[in-house]
């Protein structure tokens, strides 16, 4: 028994690794590198695609042909073409990812970006679309941060994402964050940064493991080009809106609601800059939010968000905190749809085009609940919530 917990422990302490290896054979010390690798025996599984990859390359660049009869022997010329000027072994690059004990071949980095995105135009133009890639985006949080971060990736943004969270992966957070029980523990950052590694190797993840604070705060913002707020963290957030006043950054934030979510939007990059938090929480400080109790935080965040916004169950489950619940409750599905939401939000605002610079709400229950809008049913909401504020302190 002894020897087996020894053997289990000496494996998960190396299970830290977040960033992939990226090969390019053509060089000698990349070949060595991969050879030895490959005979420690650290490779379980080999991912060649690559000439599927070169198919749709051609298809993508040539996209007049691909109807045309003889697009065949055009796709045979290319590739024949391509395999006499050097081995399709040597092409591209081979990526290896430790945590999955995979290695992967793939086009280099400008044909495998334009092949991964092909399917995006014209819903984001080419011009967008290489701005949006080339943005630094920061994000603080990865509850609702996780699917952002997946949502900004998956649509082809962020070549250079930075990503603070202190947290690690709990069971309790699976009910939100699109992961699986073998990243139990896992530091969210270093857990999101490998799920964003995987849709795109050539990312550059940068990763504050112990969260955002005074000290590290300003290194967070160097060369940033948009914030993404998903702190629970409310005097941390009150940071985040300084830093980004002072370098004239936009503020992106979404918070569950149920199944709904609301979304934030400060603008401290146009010259008609908006109080902190859109001075819904009024006149505070750093140190004041620094030192409220969960509870406080609570009152405050939903000081923020407007009780009336609060849906019906958001508000009884408020209520029971610390009664027959631990914490304020949320949904995958409101974290999946939030985290569209804000990717989408930080694609305009990156791309300079009009988008709403306060708050909107996205609602399931208004748009899928029958009569939700009906004189009957906003009365009786506008008693729940009266009521709900007396109970709450608000």
Request: one cysteine or more; charged letters at 25%.
């Amino acid at each position: 028994m002894d020897d087996l917990y020894k053997k289990i422990y000496r494996i998960t302490d190396c299970n830290t690794i977040y960033r992939p290896q990226i090969f390019n054979l053509g060089e000698k010390g990349h070949y060595k590198q991969l050879k030895y690798i490959l005979d420690k025996g650290s490779i379980h599984r080999v991912n060649d695609d690559y000439v599927e990859q070169l198919k749709e390359l051609f298809a993508v660049k040539n996209p007049t042909l691909v109807y045309s009869p003889n697009f065949e022997d055009k796709l045979k010329n290319f590739l024949k073409t391509n395999k006499s000027r050097v081995s399709l072994f040597s092409q591209g690059r081979w990526i290896f990812y430790p945590w999955l004990s995979t290695l992967v071949h793939v086009l280099e980095e400008k044909d495998f970006q334009l092949v991964r995105t092909a399917r995006n135009c014209y819903l984001i133009s080419p011009k967008e679309q290489e701005i949006f890639y080339n943005s630094v985006i920061g994000i603080a949080g990865l509850s609702v941060g996780n699917s952002v971060a997946l949502a900004i990736v998956l649509q082809g943004g962020a070549r250079h994402i930075r990503l603070a969270d202190f947290d690690k992966l709990a069971l309790s957070n699976t009910n939100r964050i699109r992961t699986g029980i073998q990243n139990l523990g896992l530091p969210k950052v270093e857990m999101t940064a490998r799920q964003i590694y995987e849709i795109n190797p050539y990312t550059k993840v940068e990763i504050f493991s112990e969260g955002l604070n005074p000290k590290n705060i300003e290194r967070f913002f160097k060369d940033l080009d948009i914030v993404i707020d998903e702190l629970d963290n409310i005097a941390v957030k009150f940071l985040i809106r300084e830093q980004a006043k002072k370098h004239k950054l936009a503020v992106v934030m979404a918070a569950d609601n149920g199944d709904n979510g609301v979304v934030d939007i400060e603008r401290y990059d146009l010259k008609s800059q908006p109080e902190f938090f859109h001075g819904r929480i009024g006149k505070v400080t750093y140190e004041h939010l620094k030192n409220l109790d969960k509870f406080g935080i609570g009152r405050t965040i939903t000081k923020h968000i407007g009780s009336e916004n609060v849906t019906e169950r958001m508000q009884k489950s408020l209520l029971e905190m610390g009664k027959t619940i631990v914490s304020w409750p949320q949904l995958g599905g409101a974290a999946l749809l939030n985290g569209s939401v804000v990717a989408y939000c930080v694609r305009k605002i990156l791309n300079k085009e009009p988008l709403e610079n306060n708050r909107a709400l996205v609602s399931l229950d208004e748009k899928l609940i029958p009569n939700y809008n009906s004189p009957e049913e906003t009365e009786r909401r506008k008693v729940i919530t009266d009521n709900f504020k007396k109970m709450f302190e608000l």
